[in-house]
């Protein structure tokens, strides 16, 4: 099957870099992407509505011909979907249909669109499918593939789901130079072992040396991550999402989160088992 990367598009700019970024990643793997919206009526469902296709268009087919013809302006294989379903089900049949490698969404400002946008459409793709999700912020402008990648790890060990790793392929291509971090409010000793155990044992980035291991204390997880990632001039950064986040609300006052609203760079989302 076709390496497929769908991406959530209402055509704003925040989707429109979104695109552009899965493009990249599709085009290096000759993948395909597919350009998906969840329309909701304006008439029927207007506070829908409002969150999930901010333009203003006429209809749904206005909108289908609209992406048919952004679609038809790609390099690659793209396919539209306008979906009039739940966004729980559209997600289901999506996954039937192309077990995609990932689902990217684009983000506008933090703390305006973002906060709308994660309930409707994050969180559900992570608890309903448990495929990986990138979200590209509106302010990246690097249009070259991902080079330096920091993986975000805890004091606790792991193992990825099936969807998470399919994606060696696409890493086995980019060859990044990816460093682990480990973040503690505290002095002492290292917790690190377990998570870094645990993302070698993966194999996804490839074979981790002693020294891919940055530390960073006296600060909290996601202000940590977020400098470490800054200092380490990173253009993805990758956190885990662990199942019994889902329960307790994996975009509510999380590290996850916290990273997704605030980075300044995209942010990849590894579900675990």
Same mark, same amino acid.
């Given at each position: 099957?076709?390496?497929?990367?769908?991406?959530?598009?209402?055509?704003?700019?925040?989707? %429109?870099?979104?695109?552009?970024?899965?493009?990249?990643?599709?085009?290096?793997?000759?993948?395909? =992407?597919?350009? &998906?919206?969840?329309?909701? !009526? *304006?008439? =029927?469902?207007?506070? @829908?509505?409002?969150?999930? $296709?901010?333009?203003v268009l006429e209809s749904r087919q206005q909108l289908k011909a609209a992406l048919v013809q952004r679609a038809q302006q790609l390099p690659i294989p793209t396919e539209?979907?306008?979906?009039?379903?739940?966004?729980?089900?559209?997600?289901?049949?999506?996954?039937?249909? #192309?077990?995609?490698?990932?689902?990217?969404? +684009?983000? /506008?400002?933090?703390?305006?669109?973002?906060?709308? =946008?994660? *309930?409707?459409?994050?969180?559900?793709?992570?608890?309903?499918?448990?495929?990986?999700?990138l979200l590209v912020p509106e302010c990246w402008r690097d249009t070259q593939l991902p080079s330096r990648l920091v993986v975000a790890i805890d004091e606790d060990s792991?193992?990825?789901? $099936?969807?998470?790793?399919?994606? +060696?392929?696409? $890493?086995?291509?980019?060859? *990044?130079?990816?460093?682990?971090?480990?973040?503690?409010?505290? !002095?002492?000793?290292?917790?690190?072992?377990?998570?870094?155990?645990?993302?070698?044992?993966? +194999?996804?980035?490839?074979?981790?040396?002693? !020294?891919?291991? #940055?530390?960073?204390? +006296? /600060?909290? *997880?996601?202000?940590?991550?977020?400098?470490?990632?800054? %200092?380490?001039?990173? !253009?993805?950064?990758?956190? $885990?999402?662990?199942?019994?986040?889902? =329960?307790?609300? &994996?975009?509510?006052?999380?590290?996850? %989160?916290? &990273?997704?609203?605030? @980075? @300044?760079?995209?942010v990849l989302v590894l579900p675990t088992t």
């Open positions: 099957m076709q390496p497929t990367f769908v991406v959530f598009t209402d055509l704003s700019e925040p989707a %429109e870099v979104a695109l552009k970024y899965a493009t990249r990643l599709a085009t290096e793997l000759a993948g395909r =992407l597919v350009l &998906l919206n969840v329309y909701q !009526d *304006p008439l =029927l469902e207007p506070e @829908s509505a409002m969150i999930t $296709m901010p333009l539209t979907i306008v979906s009039a379903e739940s966004l729980e089900a559209t997600i289901a049949e999506v996954v039937k249909r #192309y077990h995609p490698l990932a689902f990217v969404l +684009g983000r /506008e400002h933090p703390e305006s669109f973002l906060d709308r =946008l994660l *309930p409707y459409q994050a969180a559900p793709v992570l608890q309903a499918a448990r495929y990986p999700v792991f193992w990825l789901t $099936m969807p998470s790793l399919a994606l +060696g392929t696409l $890493m086995a291509r980019l060859r *990044p130079t990816t460093t682990i971090v480990h973040v503690t409010p505290h !002095d002492g000793p290292s917790l690190a072992e377990a998570g870094l155990q645990s993302v070698r044992r993966t +194999g996804l980035f490839g074979v981790l040396p002693n !020294d891919s291991l #940055y530390e960073v204390r +006296g /600060e909290a *997880p996601a202000d940590g991550i977020a400098r470490a990632a800054q %200092e380490l001039q990173a !253009d993805l950064l990758v956190v $885990m999402a662990r199942p019994h986040t889902f =329960l307790g609300g &994996l975009f509510h006052r999380s590290v996850t %989160e916290r &990273l997704l609203r605030r @980075s @300044s760079r995209p």
